[in-house]
């Protein structure tokens, strides 16, 4: 068992629809969880950061933790052709270990 | 502020040949990495830097590869020989520190033939 699964998709939606992509991972040590957006021939851009469970939301995009069931979410409304990308989780263990672990991806569509 | 630097962009070679990749990361981020990207995968840890030390290195095939971050700024990484597995997109990151998120560059896209 892979440390980080996430669905690859690929996931398609339409304009203005609410989109949920996920993670499971399987060490509880991880502390910190962040979720990147990645283009085609681009590298990784940080959306969202967080290390604790609960909540975060910044514009139209939310971010969950569930720490008790090593679960987390990304949660894009009113989704627009310009999130077309590749969304990938990534969670760090905490301290003088700190380095990431990324899921595959989940290659998100967003038909106009 | 400026992002992470790499340079090149691209690069084919064939294969034996030694090729490197260039990075300048976020001026005051003392953590530099290395990570490989092949195709549909997420990136995997090659190398971490706390200013000029090495310190996880552990997924860096040491027979082929190596790194260096001479005066904690800039860093090389290096394949002699390269070979036809090789082929990936290498990404560098930094970070302020510990347990800060991580910024990346736009990465080399390295083909060997």
């Known amino acids: 068992q892979k440390e980080v699964e996430q669905d690859p998709g690929p996931l398609s939606v339409p304009e203005g629809a609410i989109v949920s992509l996920n993670c499971t991972y399987s060490?509880?040590?991880?502390?910190?969880f962040m979720w990147y957006r990645q283009y085609s021939r681009k590298g990784p851009e940080l959306l969202m950061f967080t290390y604790s469970s609960g909540n975060k939301e910044d514009g139209r995009f939310t971010a969950q933790v569930d720490k008790s069931s090593k679960y987390i979410s990304l949660f894009i409304r009113d989704s627009q052709p310009s999130d077309s990308a590749t969304y990938l989780c990534a969670m760090g263990l905490g301290g003088s270990n700190y380095k990431l672990t990324f899921g595959k991806g989940t290659l998100l569509t967003v038909n106009p | 502020e400026a992002g992470v630097v790499q340079s090149p962009r691209y690069k084919i070679i064939e294969k034996k040949q030694p090729v490197a990749f260039w990075c300048n990361p976020i001026s005051g981020h003392n953590t530099l990495y290395w990570y490989l990207q092949n195709l549909g995968q997420g990136p995997e840890l090659l190398i971490r830097y706390e200013n000029e030390e090495a310190v996880d290195d552990s997924q860096l095939p040491k027979d082929r590869f190596s790194a260096e971050r001479l005066k904690g700024v800039d860093s090389t990484l290096k394949i002699q020989p390269a070979e036809l597995g090789d082929s990936a997109v290498y990404l560098c990151?930094?970070?302020?520190?510990?347990?800060?998120?991580?910024?990346f560059g736009n990465g080399t896209r390295l083909t060997v033939t």
């Open positions: 060490n509880s040590a991880f502390q910190y």
């Open positions: 990151a930094s970070s302020r520190g510990q347990n800060s998120p991580l910024h």
